[in-house]
């Protein structure tokens, strides 16, 4: 599987962007994809994840700010971001976990970097005051 991340930039606080990760390869729909993002001189820690069957799960720090969603037809994960945030500056990276059954999606530790197999190149975000 692979996987391409789009749509970051540079934004003002309070601003806006919305990140695409589009995926190329066979069984995409059997993923759990995460959105996960890297600050300098941090570890990678999670943002957002969507399994197949659209559970969606969200890191404290974003709920109600961040919308993932996911078009299966089109092999495409959104992540739309709002009110962006100084803190959330960081590159952002999309990565693919296969589930061996798409009905269990609880049984996967989605915040565990280690548990994906596939990853992006990533896209940077800059959130300026």
């Known amino acids: 599987l692979q996987l391409v991340e789009s749509g970051g930039g540079s934004v003002r606080v309070g601003g806006s962007l919305r990140l695409s990760c589009t995926a190329s390869?066979?069984?995409?729909?059997?993923?759990?994809i995460g959105w996960f993002r890297q600050a300098p001189g941090k570890e990678r820690e999670g943002v957002s994840c969507?399994?197949?069957?659209?559970?969606?799960d969200y890191v404290d720090s974003v709920k109600g700010r961040f919308t993932i969603s996911r078009d299966n037809a089109q092999n495409v994960v959104l992540l739309q971001m709002n009110s962006l945030e100084p803190e959330d500056t960081a590159v952002y990276y999309c990565?693919?976990?296969?589930?061996?059954?798409?009905?269990?999606?609880?049984?996967?530790?989605?915040?565990?970097?280690?548990?994906?197999?596939?990853w992006g190149q990533g896209t940077q975000v800059a959130v300026s005051s």
């Open positions: 969507i399994g197949p069957n659209g559970q969606t």
């Open positions: 390869g066979p069984q995409y729909r059997k993923y759990i």
């Open positions: 990565g693919a976990l296969y589930m061996h059954n798409p009905n269990y999606y609880s049984n996967y530790n989605v915040w565990n970097t280690a548990s994906y197999e596939y």
